[in-house]
């Protein structure tokens, strides 16, 4: 089936750092949604993307639907402790797709 | 506004023993779906509902059932449970397929 190549699979930051993340695919997305997932939690949206190129933020949080409409980046300014968890982006292949693809996650792990 | 139920929250089983996981949501979502997670392999998923009395399988289905007699209710069933069964499952529900909102997993250790 479709597959997302999310990277990294995981990351060891300080407290402070700023982090990207990224998704790609070999297909193209009508919808890009990110999701973090805190430890002994469901995982719960962050943001979502509707249109090729567009830039959306949320706090300390931007992700970008890529213009090929085949990628996705996640970034995260200023790190803090609350932000470990894992995050996993996914993708809806068009508008009358039934369900989503999901990355494989990125594990983000912060040193105070 | 409670969003999306899972009952139980843990549970043991022998193998060969039978279960359900019931998931409730209170929003009138449309679509609902059963996702399982395991160390490493990320949200695999299991079957899914795009409406009343509809299922649908996913990547996973074998050896689960699931049944959607109400619109807020998606039950998911094991009629033999196997130490592979072994996970969490989470489900979750949408209005469009794109946004889905999780409920908060139910963790099941089959011995």
């Known amino acids: 089936g479709q597959q997302l190549n999310q990277s990294p699979q995981s990351m060891f930051i300080q407290e402070g750092e700023d982090v990207s993340m990224n998704c790609t695919s070999s297909?193209?997305?009508?919808?890009w949604l990110w999701y973090k997932q805190d430890p002994g939690e469901g995982p719960v949206l962050l943001i979502a993307?509707?249109?090729?190129?567009e830039l959306t933020s949320n706090g300390r949080l931007t992700a970008q639907f890529g213009i090929t409409r085949k990628d996705s980046f996640l970034n995260i300014s200023a790190s803090i402790p609350s932000d470990v968890g894992i995050y996993f982006c996914?993708?809806?292949?068009?508008?009358?797709?039934?369900?989503?693809?999901f990355g494989q996650g990125t594990r983000l792990t912060i040193n105070p | 506004n409670a969003g999306v139920t899972q009952t139980p929250k843990f549970r043991v089983l022998k193998t060969g023993q039978s279960m359900t996981l019931l998931c409730a949501q209170d929003?009138?979502?449309?679509?609902m779906y059963w996702y399982r997670q395991d160390p490493g392999m990320g949200l695999r998923l299991i079957h899914y509902?795009?409406?009343?009395?509809?299922?649908a399988k996913g990547e996973v289905p074998d050896g689960y059932n699931v049944s959607r007699l109400k619109k807020q209710n998606f039950l998911l069933g094991l009629e033999s449970a196997a130490p592979s069964q072994t996970s969490v499952y989470f489900c979750?529900?949408?209005?469009?397929?794109?946004?889905?909102?999780f409920g908060a997993g139910s963790r099941l250790t089959v011995l």
């Open positions: 979750a529900s949408s209005l469009w397929a794109n946004v889905l909102t």
């Open positions: 993307l509707y249109k090729a190129g």
């Open positions: 996914a993708g809806q292949l068009n508008q009358g797709a039934q369900k989503l693809v």
């Open positions: 297909s193209i997305f009508n919808t």
């Open positions: 929003m009138n979502h449309e679509y």
């Open positions: 509902s795009v409406g009343e009395g509809t299922t």
